[in-house]
């Protein structure tokens, strides 16, 4: 967050950086007052920066006189590479899993220490999950996560670890014993489970995509109910990643190349 | 775009949002040089915002040194409630839409005088469309346009009109008369066409979604290859979109109430 600088020293470009920073998916509205505290900006000048956003079309004023991201945020942050180019080319064939599964089919990445989900797809009678598109889980409680941990460099597994194995469920991996072992078999079957350990009646197979270079670029996801079979899926995810990855491989020329 | 303001009066803040606005669908990598020409600012100034941007993560430095948005600006983005919420609520029945054809389902709404592109779908068997996620394509060209221009308040079409009616392909309407004309009967049958208007190849067949109170919220299509039938596919779009529209009024009152 922007907001845990000090007055003194910030620049202008700083402070509407702060404001814009103190939206997030658990405060995606607010009132001036509290833009204001979380930015640590006077009142005053948090309203002046707000008419530039709003004017701008970065946020917009609900009716009631809060504050929301608007569609011209939405269109920029819409050109993010990582996003758009990833989701993109893996898109279509989450798809396919999707018509051939009718589960949901989930798309993350790695952000510090968290799995930022890209998208997901599911249609309405999929089992609901806890994912947002955009929002991010724990590492060490989801298959994407694993995926994530078994893939990245072995610092990775050590900062989570440090942090401490939050307890999301009762079925939760929370010790680091347990949860290396668990890494250990991701790695050796390029498939990662989380049988209601993230939320419980949901079960979930993740497998790896990975760059020209061998290096992991992101984890795609069936989530089901907990009571199906997800081993059943594993064949399928793990097809639709190897063909996101093959796919990315024939784009990569032209991708370099671009511009 | 913001970088059509002068120099003189324009705040700190002003210069950032105009350092961001310079992106765009067709410009998401850029030099310092072409950023700076862009945002009608010097260099300098240009370098300094864009080390803070880049600090923050709202835009990142590519290894070539160019510069392209951040994965923290699409996180942030990702947030504007009227792309966040209609999708989420749409996106199960356009699932069901896409596993029912097998063809590429679209969800616009209006954005001032264009087409906005909030959520597109398709498999691997899809036709191709020149449709980006976050992209805008002309109204009068477009199936989910002709839906909006129909729907929206007289004044729009005016607005368009005046503008000159884009050739874009061939076979796109350019006659203001037989636009008015095309519009009543989209009035009439609540689906719209467009048959190789947009892009040479493809079809589209397009439905409104209303709000509670009557009024248009967005436009849901199925743009095929323009060698199939599309009107067969005209009663499942238009009852996805009625089942859209049904779910969001189910939802207003704790919408409305919502925070």
Not at 53 to 65: I, K
Not at 92 to 120: S, W
């Amino acid at each position: 967050m922007g907001g845990n600088t000090r007055e003194v020293g910030r620049t202008s470009a700083s402070r509407l950086l702060a404001v814009l920073g103190v939206f997030s998916a658990a405060q995606p509205v607010l009132t001036l007052s509290e833009i204001a505290e979380a930015s640590e900006l006077p009142a005053s000048t948090a309203h002046r920066l707000l008419g530039e956003l709003v004017e701008w079309g970065a946020l917009e004023r609900t009716s009631d006189g809060h504050y929301q991201v608007g569609l011209r945020l939405w269109r920029i942050g819409s050109l993010a590479p990582q996003q758009r180019d990833l989701r993109a080319v893996a898109l279509p064939f989450m798809e396919d899993l999707y018509a051939a599964t009718h589960e949901n089919v989930q798309l993350a990445i790695r952000d510090g220490k968290k799995a930022l989900y890209l998208d997901k797809i599911g249609g309405t009678r999929s089992v609901d999950t806890v994912t947002k598109v955009a929002g991010r889980l724990p590492l060490h409680a989801t298959g994407v996560g694993k995926i994530i941990l078994a893939f990245s460099e072995p610092e990775l597994l050590h900062l989570v670890v440090e942090d401490g194995l939050e307890r999301c469920t009762p079925h939760t991996i929370t010790m680091p014993g347990r949860l290396a072992e668990t890494l250990r078999r991701v790695r050796a079957d390029h498939v990662a489970y989380s049988r209601e350990e993230m939320t419980m009646g949901a079960a979930s197979v993740a497998a790896p995509i990975f760059g020209v270079n061998a290096q992991l670029l992101a984890s795609l996801a069936i989530v089901a109910h907990s009571s199906s079979d997800v081993e059943r899926f594993a064949p399928a995810v793990r097809t639709a990643a190897l063909s996101v990855g093959r796919r990315l491989a024939d784009l990569s020329a032209p991708v370099s190349a671009r511009r």
